[in-house]
């Protein structure tokens, strides 16, 4: 019904939550364990659909007025 397998509306869900808690400060490995994603590719299964690695992620939202 949506359109995207299982995996990739699961896996868009857990980055909407760690957008969430990047914003919230919280350091980018304990954002990868809370939302279910494996650390070590947490940062390129952000940026394949963010556009943008968290850190990145977290400068631009910071700098908006």
Known sequence: HTG???YEYLT????DRAC???LAD????????????DPRNFSRVFK???GVTP????KKR????
């Open 12 to 15: 868009s869900l857990r980055i």
């Open 4 to 6: 995207v397998s299982p």
């Open 62 to 65: 910071n700098n908006k007025p």
């Open 48 to 50: 394949d659909i963010k």
């Open 20 to 22: 969430n808690l990047i």
């Open 26 to 37: 919280m350091p980018i490995g304990e954002v990868a364990s809370s939302v279910g994603l």
């Open 55 to 58: 850190l990145e992620y977290k």
